[in-house]
């Protein structure tokens, strides 16, 4: 929660954090006449130009404490891995006072999304809260909307954390078509709807969980005459990988749910922001569970596009799910470009590990947007190869396409190739595998506690804005 105060004469007991980088920054602490022991303290903090924190208790009446936060660091992203070791510590309640209008965003940033908990399930909450002392009426403007996105970031962790049993593709799609959006319009389909169109991969992902699948396709449509790009993201609300059943990491399963997420609330942060394109985005909603009606290895499935698909692997879902859905909006929609956006493997993680997404591409452009976000931003991408070469090893000696491909071990690669064979119209293609950024399996970093991060809602929402 964020609460912007505008006189320092609210203030009554709070936990106050000042960033400071000069002497001449403390007179924003004038109010608080502090003894000349801590300010020589602070002065001390200056001159050893190391970044550093230090917290005072003051017991009066405006703060019980005070945290100083030094740091000379520009370079925004090591700002903020600074940042974040010193705000993990603070308590649940602060109140900011920043030193100048340069660093207002980053500190709020700092303050929501390092400290996140989720909380949903715990009979006894933190409720982490933010208070900021902003009078400039332009600075609440944009703190305001800065918040708004820091919230739909929160919403794609959320969605992620939130298990099976409580979110299936029929509760996430009533999510969707519940929003109140102002200029995106929803369509769902049912499971009915998806087997009267002929998605016979969706269909067979789906099929063997009482939870039937969904699709979702979300449009906001600026101006006919403007570019269009397709999004594609898929929600796989369990992964126990059907016939071929996973034989570890089962408990981790729910996380295959979050790339759908990410992408809702993309949507709903670009909803109301002014845009140079339309975006058409798809949501593949499915659970993959193991029964009866499971499809089978060596199942050959006929795609939305028509293309036949011989099932060498059902752990192997995502990409079936998403086929269908990348055919079906090619089909039905004038694009331009197409995105996929998922984790197909987990192998990124041994060539990017847990700070950088992969981009693959045969849109450098559009990619080049991306890479250049990189350079000063917090979420980061970096580039795999992906050419013709890897689309033509997806090919079947038995029918179109294999679902797996083995043999040529660039795993994220290889998924990206397998979606490209369902690009109908020649459209320009793009595909990200976020897996362990979107789920940071190994120690907080900056803004990303441990676990789910919504990566992905603030720099693909950045860059569509850019286009």
Same mark, same amino acid.
Request: proline residues 2%.
């Given at each position: 929660?964020?609460?912007?105060?505008?006189?320092?004469?609210?203030?009554?007991?709070?936990?106050?954090? &000042?960033?400071?980088?000069?002497?001449?920054?403390?007179?924003?602490?004038?109010? #608080?006449?502090?003894?000349?022991?801590?300010? @020589?303290?602070?002065?001390?903090?200056?001159?050893?130009?190391?970044?550093?924190?230090?917290?005072?208790?003051?017991? $009066?009446?405006?703060?019980?404490?005070?945290?100083?936060?030094?740091?000379?660091?520009?370079?925004?992203?090591?700002?903020?891995?600074?940042?974040?070791?010193?705000?993990?510590?603070?308590?649940?309640?602060?109140?900011?006072?920043?030193?100048?209008?340069?660093?207002?965003?980053? #500190?709020?940033?700092?303050?929501?999304?390092?400290?996140?908990?989720?909380?949903? =399930?715990?009979?006894?909450?933190?409720?982490?809260?933010?208070?900021?002392?902003?009078?400039?009426?332009?600075?609440?403007?944009?703190?305001?909307?800065?918040?708004?996105?820091?919230?739909?970031? /929160? #919403?794609?962790?959320?969605?992620?954390?939130? *298990?099976? %049993?409580?979110?299936?593709?029929?509760?996430?799609?009533?999510?969707?078509?519940?929003?109140?959006?102002?200029?995106?319009?929803?369509?769902? +389909?049912?499971?009915?709807?998806?087997?009267? @169109?002929?998605?016979?991969?969706?269909?067979?992902?789906?099929?063997?969980?009482? $939870?039937? *699948?969904?699709?979702?396709?979300?449009?906001?449509?600026?101006?006919?005459?403007? *570019?269009?790009?397709?999004?594609?993201? @898929?929600?796989?609300? &369990?992964?126990?990988?059907?016939?071929?059943?996973?034989?570890?990491?089962?408990?981790?399963?729910?996380? !295959?749910?979050?790339?759908?997420?990410?992408? +809702?609330?993309?949507?709903?942060?670009?909803?109301?922001?002014?845009?140079?394109? $339309?975006?058409?985005? %798809?949501?593949?909603?499915?659970?993959?569970?193991?029964?009866?009606?499971?499809?089978? *290895?060596?199942?050959?499935?006929?795609?939305?596009?028509?293309?036949?698909?011989?099932?060498?692997?059902?752990?192997?879902?995502?990409?079936?799910?998403?086929?269908?859905?990348?055919?079906?909006?090619?089909?039905?929609?004038?694009?331009?470009?197409?995105?996929?956006?998922?984790?197909?493997?987990?192998?990124?993680?041994?060539?990017?590990?847990?700070?950088?997404?992969?981009?693959?591409?045969?849109?450098?452009?559009?990619?080049?947007? +991306?890479?250049?976000?990189?350079?000063?931003? &917090?979420?980061?991408?970096?580039?795999?190869?992906?050419?013709? =070469?890897?689309?033509?090893?997806? @090919?079947?000696? /038995?029918?179109?396409? !294999?679902?797996?491909?083995?043999?040529? =071990?660039?795993?994220?690669?290889?998924?990206?190739?397998?979606?490209?064979? +369902?690009?109908?119209?020649?459209?320009? =293609?793009?595909?990200?595998?976020?897996?362990?950024?979107?789920? $940071?399996?190994?120690?907080?970093?900056?803004?990303?506690?441990?676990?789910?991060?919504?990566?992905?809602?603030?720099?693909?929402?950045?860059?569509?804005?850019?286009?």
């Amino acid at each position: 929660m964020l609460k912007i105060i505008e006189k320092t004469t609210s203030l009554k007991s709070e936990h106050l954090i &000042f960033f400071i980088q000069k002497k001449k920054d403390l007179e924003k602490l004038s109010f #608080l006449k502090l003894d000349t022991k801590i300010t @020589k303290k602070i002065h001390k903090l200056i001159a050893d130009k190391k970044s550093s924190s230090q917290t005072f208790f003051l017991w $009066n009446t405006k703060a019980e404490s005070l945290t100083i936060v030094f740091s000379l660091e520009n370079h925004n992203r090591k700002l903020i891995e600074f940042l974040s070791q010193s705000f993990s510590a603070l308590p649940s309640e602060i109140t900011i006072i920043p030193n100048s209008e340069k660093n207002i965003l980053t #500190l709020l940033d700092v303050s929501v999304l390092a400290r996140y908990k989720f909380e949903k =399930y715990k009979t006894k909450k933190k409720n982490i809260k933010t208070k900021m002392v902003i009078s400039d009426k332009k600075l609440k403007s944009e703190i305001k909307s800065r918040y708004k996105t820091l919230e739909n970031i /929160i #919403l794609a962790r959320e969605l992620w954390e939130t *298990p099976a %049993c409580d979110l299936t593709p029929e509760a996430f799609a009533n999510i969707v078509k519940q929003t109140k959006f102002k200029n995106t319009k929803i369509k769902v +389909f049912s499971d009915k709807d998806i087997i009267k @169109k002929k998605m016979w991969l969706i269909h067979a992902v789906g099929k063997g969980s009482i $939870n039937k *699948p969904r699709m979702v396709v979300l449009e906001r449509i600026v101006d006919k005459k403007l *570019p269009t790009i397709g999004i594609v993201w @898929k929600w796989i609300v &369990f992964d126990t990988g059907w016939l071929d059943i996973k034989t570890k990491m089962m408990y981790e399963m729910k996380d !295959d749910m979050c790339w759908a997420g990410t992408l +809702f609330a993309t949507m709903k942060e670009l909803d109301d922001k002014k845009l140079g394109v $339309n975006i058409v985005a %798809c949501l593949c909603l499915a659970e993959n569970s193991v029964s009866g009606e499971s499809y089978r *290895p060596s199942d050959i499935i006929t795609s939305y596009s028509g293309q036949t698909v011989n099932i060498v692997n059902t752990d192997a879902e995502g990409r079936l799910v998403m086929a269908d859905g990348i055919s079906y909006i090619s089909k039905n929609y004038k694009l331009d470009k197409i995105m996929t956006i998922a984790t197909l493997t987990w192998v990124a993680l041994f060539a990017m590990g847990y700070r950088y997404a992969a981009i693959m591409w045969n849109d450098k452009k559009f990619m080049n947007k +991306f890479l250049s976000y990189s350079e000063q931003n &917090f979420e980061m991408y970096n580039r795999l190869p992906f050419d013709e =070469y890897y689309v033509e090893k997806t @090919k079947s000696s /038995i029918a179109d396409i !294999d679902n797996l491909t083995s043999g040529i =071990y660039a795993g994220s690669t290889m998924w990206g190739a397998f979606l490209y064979n +369902f690009v109908m119209n020649g459209e320009k =293609y793009t595909h990200l595998d976020i897996a362990w950024v979107a789920n $940071n399996g190994y120690e907080p970093y900056g803004l990303y506690p441990k676990g789910t991060t919504g990566f992905g809602v603030d720099s693909i929402s950045s860059i569509l804005q850019s286009i």
